[in-house]
């Protein structure tokens, strides 16, 4: 895990969904002062510690930034009342990928907003957290986003032959799995567990040709209300956020001209990043630098 700078102060907190759920998170805060809020949005089944070293970055470029984890993710899951540090079951634990958004980061905006209103407010979404700006009502309180590796994450847009692998493992494993157990199990190597109202949503937007564009949920209204500036960065080597995927998430904002920055690792001296490799610490000097500047206007 990569340490956080001297200069950086880390605070966890709880705060409350609109549904009064309590939800985890960590606040770091520069010593000095404050200029620009940020809040890093998870991808599915992803906990915020690995956005640990980003945040960190950030808050000592000058920004506060709140990570944290979803619904039955992460220290957002409840525990067991018994063992020692054991979290509750999932089975019988109700919440989907819209109610995360819905009820868990639009409070998170929302939380962000009221305790930093004389400072803009910038956006980070990695994979779902990308996805979930669309649907919140209050995404007009955002004033810049940056997707990493965010996408419309139909099977289709993948790379073959891991297209054909995704649409295997989600429908004739993982489906069956999940309503056998009540809930999908990291160990079939989906992340974390998840509940099962979550992933069963998921690969009902896996299987889409337009992703969640295919669904008839109302919160796909709120797509056009976001009316900030968006960069979407997308990598080369990422099997699932292609290009096309990207860009086809990002039509979805209607009201805007989202930008999509396509990276391939040898532009940033990398052999590889990814799905998740922008997190790692080796590209603090480029494409952590990148996004910062972009986000503070620098």
Not at 144 to 168: C, D, G
Not at 203 to 222: C, G, I, T
Not at 241 to 251: G, I, N
Request: net charge neutral; aromatic share 12%.
């Amino acid at each position: 895990m990569d340490a956080a700078p001297d200069d950086v102060f880390i605070d966890e907190i709880n705060f409350p969904a609109t549904d009064g759920y309590a939800l985890t998170g960590t606040l770091f805060l520069p010593r000095g002062t404050k200029r620009h809020a940020v809040l890093i949005n998870s991808a599915t089944a992803v906990p915020r510690k690995i956005y640990r070293g980003f945040a960190s970055y950030l808050a000592h470029r000058g920004c506060a930034v709140l990570t944290y984890d979803y619904r039955g993710i992460g220290d957002s899951r409840l525990p067991a009342m018994v063992g020692y540090n054991q979290p509750k079951s999932l089975v019988g634990f109700k919440a989907s990928m819209s109610d995360w958004a819905a009820l868990d980061v639009t409070a998170a905006v929302s939380w962000m907003r009221e305790r930093y209103n004389t400072l803009p407010l910038a956006y980070v979404g990695h994979s779902f957290g990308g996805q979930a700006l669309g649907l919140i009502a209050n995404n007009s309180e955002i004033s810049r986003a940056a997707f990493v590796a965010s996408q419309a994450a139909t099977w289709r847009l993948m790379t073959s032959p891991e297209k054909y692998r995704v649409f295997a493992f989600m429908n004739l494993i993982g489906v069956p799995l999940v309503h056998t157990l009540g809930y999908a199990p990291g160990w079939a190597g989906v992340g974390e567990d998840l509940p099962k109202g979550v992933f069963l949503q998921w690969a009902e937007w896996v299987s889409s040709p337009r992703y969640l564009f295919d669904s008839k949920l109302p919160a796909l209204e709120n797509f056009a209300k976001f009316k900030g500036e968006l960069r979407a960065l997308c990598f080369s080597d990422d099997p699932w956020a292609t290009q096309p995927a990207v860009e086809l998430l990002a039509s979805g904002f209607t009201t805007i001209k989202p930008e999509v920055l396509n990276v391939k690792p040898s532009d940033v001296g990398a052999k590889a990043i990814g799905h998740f490799g922008f997190f790692r610490p080796e590209h603090r000097d480029t494409l952590w630098r990148g996004v910062a500047e972009w986000i503070q206007g620098d």
